[in-house]
T-cell receptor, first 115, second 113 residues
Framework: GAGVSQSPSNKVTEKGKDVELRCDPISGHTALYWYRQRLGQGLEFLIYFQGNSAPDKSGLPSDRFSAERTGESVSTLTIQRTQQEDSAVYLC?????????????FGPGTRLTVL | QKEVEQDPGPLSVPEGAIVSLNCTYSNSAFQYFMWYRQYSRKGPELLMYTYSSGNKEDGRFTAQVDKSSKYISLFIRDSQPSDSATYLCAMSAIGNYGQNFVFGPGTRLSVLP
């Protein structure tokens, strides 16, 4: 079956431009997570969606970062006025939600390079 | 102190060696413990998950959890070149907002033929 997909796979942009990254979760997965992974680093939590609401935005590094989700499907992560330190791989994951453990399934990521 | 710490590596071993990967954590609220494998330019994929203290085996992989010491390990027996990847430990707890995950920084493993 289809897994989590992300687009674009690579994005090169100039400092100061806005970028939009897209995530298509697995159908039926109500929970959706965005992470940032800098080169050689672990995953840094950005934001979590339950359905189309974001109860936990604690990881967003600045107000230049925002995200939204349409229903229980597509999510977009927007970075405004990009800076060079935003260069990283942005990973999306989805899972079933509940009061017990559910496996996260990751997409392949979007590699963002800010020149 | 970071919430989850992991041996940084990188780690290089010959084919057939036993590999030990380790993480420590500070938050006793974590209930679930996972190991992910991440190949270059790919997203992480779940290798194993455990809930209780003790060992869990799956083929050549054994996950070990010691909640009293806040320490988890992944052992790989008879390592193969195809095991070369970055291994991430992760911990999860069910909080007010649902399930949250915290990842270690990862250990890069190279298995040399």
């Amino acid at each position: 079956g289809a897994g989590v997909s992300q687009s674009p796979s690579n994005k090169v942009t100039e400092k100061g431009k806005d970028v939009e990254l897209r995530c298509d979760p697995i159908s039926g997965h109500t929970a959706l997570y965005w992470y940032r992974q800098r080169l050689g680093q672990g995953l840094e939590f950005l934001i979590y969606f339950q359905g189309n609401s974001a109860p936990d935005k604690s990881g967003l590094p600045s107000d230049r970062f925002s995200a939204e989700r349409t229903g229980e499907s597509v999510s977009t992560l927007t970075i405004q006025r990009t800076q060079q330190e935003d260069s990283a791989v942005y990973l999306c994951a989805s899972s079933l939600a509940g009061d017990f453990y559910n496996e996260q399934f990751f997409g392949p990521g979007t590699r963002l390079t800010v020149l | 102190q970071k919430e989850v710490e992991q041996d940084p590596g990188p780690l290089s071993v010959p084919e057939g060696a036993i590999v030990s990967l380790n993480c420590t954590y500070s938050n006793s609220a974590f209930q679930y413990f996972m190991w992910y494998r991440q190949y270059s330019r790919k997203g992480p994929e779940l290798l194993m998950y455990t809930y209780s203290s003790g060992n869990k085996e799956d083929g050549r992989f054994t996950a070990q959890v010691d909640k009293s010491s806040k320490y988890i390990s992944l052992f790989i027996r008879d390592s193969q070149p195809s095991d070369s990847a970055t291994y991430l430990c992760a911990m999860s707890a069910i909080g007010n907002y649902g399930q949250n995950f915290v990842f270690g920084p990862g250990t890069r493993l190279s298995v040399l033929p």
